[in-house]
């Protein structure tokens, strides 16, 4: 059992300790003790300034590569894309600034872009199924070749849109064709796209920009919503990738849950959707021009500096001019997969008249 005196001894020795202490940290301690945090606060202090002059240094070389390669970016993309016309389609949540810096590259590579859409949240929205199957159904008669009997509606809005962007009148291969501007124009009233230029021409490649994705999704919900996203765009991916010459995937990749990261994940878009990543930097943008034309002249692949990438660039491709009558529909009946491009000869006199 403790007793009184119990306590008053405890009582003491706190007493005593607290006393040593004080006399020891006000008269021989005091000036080690003094030293010894003076001497720790100069180190962090040196080791901050070290690595705040390490990191300036960083940045300073960072910058001067980016300038680099800005400078010599019209010297390597030159000529890369002559001749070709380029649409831009940007998904929800895509960086403008990125896409107009992607832009500028394609020009300084020779191409034109002939238009720049952004595809709707109702694109991807899971309570708009039964609004997007009835707009699909209306596209259905200005398909040109038509789809497969069985196809989705994800995978009519995918053909709709590569259509409407890409599809020549066969007696003027230089403008659209009826069926592209009504396709072009039932997408723009239902809201699944939006005008940001209007098309002054049909293109040969599109260039689809994924959204910028600066952090994982927080929660499952999150995840569960970003993943239906992903299936859709995926999916309107592969159907651009099927329109017109080309069609180029660019995005970030950097985070768990990236578009281009879901792309190349799936075995099926991966062998179809040629990706870029990085495009939020120098090197991502200038790699976008060099991969439209690698893909233009030879099979999808995937470039940039994420795990497991094809390469870092495209090897260098030299394409020939291109054919406008390729991309002409043929009659409005003509069977999915016809080779039909209509009237021989008015579309052989006006590729003639391309040089």
């Known amino acids: 059992m403790i007793d009184f005196r119990y306590h008053i001894v405890s009582l003491i020795s706190v007493f005593l300790a607290l006393a040593v202490g004080i006399v020891l940290g006000a008269g021989p301690l005091r000036d080690y003790i003094a030293d ?22 960083a940045e300073m070389n960072l910058q001067r590569r980016s300038e680099f390669i800005s400078a010599s970016a019209p010297a390597l993309l030159g000529g890369v894309l002559e001749d070709r016309s380029v649409a831009v389609v940007e998904l929800p949540g895509a960086n403008p600034e990125v896409t107009e810096a992607v832009m500028t590259r394609l020009e300084q590579s020779g191409a034109t872009v002939t238009a720049r859409v952004m595809v709707g949240e109702n694109w991807a929205d899971p309570t708009e199924r039964a609004f997007r199957s009835g707009i699909a159904q209306s596209l259905v008669g200005y398909l040109n070749p038509a789809p497969a009997a069985d196809a989705s509606t994800e995978t009519i809005l995918g053909q709709a ?24 124009e039932l997408l723009i009233s239902s809201e699944l796209i939006t005008e940001v230029s209007a098309p002054t021409a049909p293109a040969y490649a599109t260039v689809v920009i994924a959204p910028e994705l600066v952090e994982e999704p927080a929660d499952e919900a999150a995840v569960t919503e970003l993943t239906e996203a992903n299936v859709a ?67 999808p692949a995937s470039y940039g500096f994420a795990e497991g990438v094809t390469a870092v660039i495209p090897e260098p491709t030299t394409l020939t001019p291109p054919d406008p009558a390729t991309f002409a529909p043929g009659p409005v009946d003509a069977p999915a997969g016809s080779d039909d491009t209509g009237d021989a000869e008015p579309t052989d006199d006006a590729t003639d008249g391309e040089g």
């Not at 007696?171 to 069926?179: D, F, K, P, Q, V």
């Not at 990738?241 to 994940?265: F, N, P, T, Y």
């Open 36 to 57: 010894e945090l003076t001497g720790q606060v100069e180190l962090l202090r040196d080791e901050k300034d070290a690595l705040r002059a390490e990191l300036d240094v």
């Open 161 to 184: 849109l590569g259509q409407a962007l890409t599809l020549r009148d066969p007696a003027n291969l230089e403008a659209r064709s009826a069926e592209a501007e009504n396709l072009y």
């Open 233 to 299: 765009y995926t999916g309107l991916a592969v159907e651009l990738a099927g329109s017109g010459e080309a069609s180029v995937l660019a995005g970030g990749d950097a985070v768990q849950g990236d578009l281009v990261r879901a792309v190349r994940a799936d075995e099926a878009a991966a062998s179809a959707v040629t990706t870029v990543d990085g495009v939020g930097t120098i090197t991502g943008q200038v790699t976008v021009p060099l991969a439209v034309a690698a893909t233009t002249g030879g099979a």
